[in-house]
């Protein structure tokens, strides 16, 4: 303290000022630093979550969607045949291209080899799907119904899991 006391009144308001400003530099190097984390973090969360999220949510709902429409085909009758044929193969379309997008976003190992369950899923759902297209529109109503109770519902049980198993990992 004695140091201070001898100084002159204008050098003990520049040291004071220079000490302020050396800590409001600390302050703000911090500030700055953990700002930019955070931005970081917000990106990743957005990139590796958010988005992903989105996209298992139009997975989700097309695949219902498929299901309702797949069973109704059955139903509908030769004039309705075709425009449920045509929403299936949209459906489908949509599906493939939502997840293609999502998987350009998966980053680790284990969210891979949940994605690849969940692509063999559909793949098999998809044959099946197709096949009770083919079948309702050749008017096999009979054997449409059976495919649909038998492997269809199984194989829609296994992609439903798949997708769930997805959604859980984000």
Same mark, same amino acid.
Request: charged share 20%; proline share 1%; net charge neutral.
């Given at each position: 303290?004695?140091?201070f006391?001898?100084?002159r009144l204008?050098t003990? $308001? $520049?040291?004071?000022?220079? !000490?302020?400003?050396i800590v409001? $530099?600390?302050?703000?190097v911090i500030?700055? &630093?953990?700002?930019h984390?955070m !931005?970081?973090?917000d990106? @990743?969360?957005n990139?590796?979550?958010?988005?992903?999220?989105?996209?298992?949510? &139009?997975? *989700?709902?097309?695949?219902?969607?498929?299901?309702v429409?797949?069973?109704?085909i059955? *139903?509908a009758?030769?004039?309705g045949?075709? %425009?449920?044929a045509i929403?299936v193969k949209?459906?489908f379309?949509?599906?493939?291209k939502?997840?293609?997008e999502?998987? %350009?976003?998966?980053?680790?190992?284990?969210? @891979?080899?949940?994605f690849? /369950? =969940?692509?063999?899923?559909?793949i098999? =759902?998809?044959?099946?799907a197709?096949?009770?297209v083919?079948l309702a *529109? !050749?008017?096999?109503?009979?054997e449409?119904?059976?495919?649909?109770?038998?492997?269809?519902?199984? !194989?829609?049980?296994?992609?439903?899991?798949?997708i769930? *198993?997805? &959604? /859980?990992?984000?």
């Amino acid at each position: 303290m004695q140091l201070f006391s001898n100084l002159r009144l204008a050098t003990k $308001l $520049l040291t004071g000022f220079f !000490a302020v400003a050396i800590v409001a $530099l600390v302050v703000g190097v911090i500030g700055y &630093v953990q700002i930019h984390k955070m !931005a970081e973090a917000d990106s @990743k969360l957005n990139q590796q979550i958010a988005v992903p999220l989105a996209q298992l949510t &139009v997975i *989700s709902t097309d695949f219902q969607r498929l299901r309702v429409n797949t069973r109704d085909i059955i *139903s509908a009758g030769p004039e309705g045949h075709q %425009k449920f044929a045509i929403r299936v193969k949209e459906l489908f379309t949509s599906i493939d291209k939502t997840s293609a997008e999502y998987d %350009k976003l998966l980053y680790s190992n284990e969210g @891979k080899q949940i994605f690849n /369950e =969940y692509s063999q899923a559909l793949i098999k =759902y998809r044959d099946i799907a197709n096949q009770i297209v083919n079948l309702a *529109s !050749a008017d096999k109503i009979d054997e449409a119904t059976l495919l649909l109770h038998g492997d269809g519902f199984t !194989a829609s049980r296994t992609l439903q899991q798949a997708i769930s *198993s997805l &959604v /859980e990992s984000k």
